[in-house]
């Protein structure tokens, strides 16, 4: 199987997007394709061979071939007279972390012309990439989470108790996110947060509340669950730290939360994913508070496709690759339009 | 302004969305371009002057100038010397009530090429597009929903009270919706409504409930609604009768519930709006059980634009067109790959 590896994008996260993108060429044994998509909505065939991060800090990507987005794939230009080409592959694999991916925009697109991906479909996209929206869901699939008030950009904000986090409420990997530890502080952090985004939540800021990452996904409705992290953090993870995160290709180490807490995990995991991420291999994040499990945050689209969780990720990859779900035929048809015209005589 | 109405779409709502795009042509005084997209999605030019539901049904669309979509709009063929040429509007206004529209996927479109549009952004289109969805997000923004209870495909379904609705999550206008009064029309009912959707909400039936719609939207951060109508209605809504509706152009007789509940709806249409609605004109189904204000559901493209609930709907749309929500300026930065390689040395 054939991969295009979709990646770039227009996003506070494009670069966390190329290096993830770059590991998967040592965890993957598939023929991979990459098609970089820059900051001017433009989308590259970038050699596999040849492909570094400094190709795209320095704008060297435009020397290789410019593609067209259409029906059923990827084009390359023809000449004046000859057709344009499309480019092989089976399937692609979103690898945007931000904007463009997690969003649901490039998904969308892939919806729109018909191009077999895997990836979060538009919902799925759409819930996991606003921690707004995210709180709501996990409520209604009876996942616990963290108490949050909402805030758009206008709203007076009070907060009772400090320390809280406060986070835009559409961006990933910990940008525009601020602990606040006193009432001093709290302008400075909305300042930043709305620099970001129109809206936010805030959280208490639990100190010393432990976080475990499992990633998973299902194939042919079975699921399959990754090792249980508990990953190393600071504070909390800043950019810098999350950045270099993006390009992990050995493997973690697991942790063993016994039995019930195990179970309780995957449970959440499993009502999460259901249905709504088929097609998708996304990693969850959890804290466990007082031997109970809540929802931190969905990764619909994990860096470097959490692949140091799994003991085969190249196999898993392929298997889910080989099991997309399938899209539901909608048939158009003109009854009523008929009906109305056989009823006007005309 | 010059208007392009999107409509069409790959969707079990294709008719009436060409029902509802041709009624435009009595409420809106604006100079009106039609982009049809067709069941294969291809774009059509159709001249408004010729535009009338049969070319659709009879398939003489196609003899109508094709477009793409490409950065920043619809584009027509040239010669084989003669470049592409775009056609001329001001902003898109999408009338897809069901796939290809509401479900967020041309609104993708529309932000990956650049393209200003009247409708809403992906986000509210997914969250009103998905009656599970919709549940949750209202229950986030503290607006009552009446009671449910969520299945997917392959889960057992227990009823312990009939009469109850059951409907699919995905789809409006009534597609796949059953009343099911006994035990014995269960397995009809889920047969008909997992023929369209994966995934099923189930509610308690309320025979006589009183349902209410309100439309609106909000300018320069001030909300302007319609009329509160009392809608006409059978047990419920067929499609054959929804059909009709989307048709409407002529005025609604207004309903006054007093001034208590008239508040409670309004407030209850602001705190679903705010702000994830923004640059959308949407309409908001209502019901009243005990004084108290429940949301049936979001139409986050109603038939027809709700014209028909406005005084002066000419004017209002074009209010609301010309304050479209600005895109953020993402800046795409090479800041830690940059970083790497001068810590690397390269």
């Given amino acids: 199987m054939k991969i295009a590896i979709v990646f770039g994008g227009v996003s506070f996260e494009h670069e966390i997007s190329i290096v993830s993108s770059i590991a998967m060429k040592d965890v993957l044994k598939n023929e991979l394709v990459y098609i970089f998509l820059d900051e001017n909505r433009e989308f590259y065939h970038i050699p596999t061979d040849v492909i570094k991060s400094k190709l795209f ?9 410019k593609l067209s987005i259409a029906k059923n794939g990827f084009y390359k230009k023809g000449g004046l007279f000859s057709k344009e080409k499309p480019l092989d592959f089976d399937i692609a694999l979103t690898l945007m972390h931000g904007g463009d991916g997690e969003d649901g925009v490039v998904a969308s697109l892939f919806e729109f012309y018909n191009i077999p991906y895997l990836a979060p479909r538009v919902e799925a996209c759409v819930v996991s990439s606003n921690k707004f929206l995210t ?11 963290v108490d949050y008030k909402y805030f758009t950009k206008g709203d007076e904000v009070k907060v009772d108790e400090f320390p809280v986090i406060l986070k835009p409420v559409k961006l990933g990997s910990s940008i525009g996110v601020s602990i606040v530890k006193s009432k ?13 985004d129109d809206a936010i939540i805030i959280e208490p800021f639990i100190s010393g509340v432990k976080e475990y990452n499992l990633a998973g996904t299902k194939v042919n409705g079975e699921f399959k669950f990754s090792i249980l992290e508990e990953p190393q953090k600071a504070e909390f993870l800043d950019f810098d730290k999350k950045y270099l995160d993006f390009s992990r290709t050995s493997k973690a180490k697991e ?14 995991f499993k009502r ?3 249905n709504l991420f088929e097609g998708s291999l996304i990693r969850c994040d959890f804290f466990v508070i007082d031997n109970e499990v809540y929802l931190n945050e969905i990764n619909s689209i994990p860096g470097s496709m959490a692949n140091y969780l799994f003991d085969d990720f190249n196999a898993l990859l392929n298997e889910v690759a080989s099991n997309l779900p399938k ?12 009906k109305i015209h056989s009823a006007k005589g005309k």
Avoid: C, M, Q
């Avoid at 001093?184 to 970001?196: H, I, K, N, S, T």
């Avoid at 899209?327 to 008929?338: A, D, F, G, L, T």
């Fill in 57 to 65: 800090s320095s704008g060297d990507y435009k020397k290789f071939d």
């Fill in 135 to 145: 709180k709501g869901y996990a409520s209604s699939v009876d996942v616990n989470v």
């Fill in 184 to 196: 001093e502080e709290l302008d400075y952090a909305l300042d930043v947060a709305y620099e970001f």
């Fill in 255 to 268: 942790i063993d939360l016994g039995e019930e807490l195990n179970t309780k995990v995957k449970e959440a």
């Fill in 272 to 274: 999460i994913y259901n």
């Fill in 327 to 338: 899209r539901k035929h909608i048939p158009i048809s003109y009854e009523y339009v008929n």
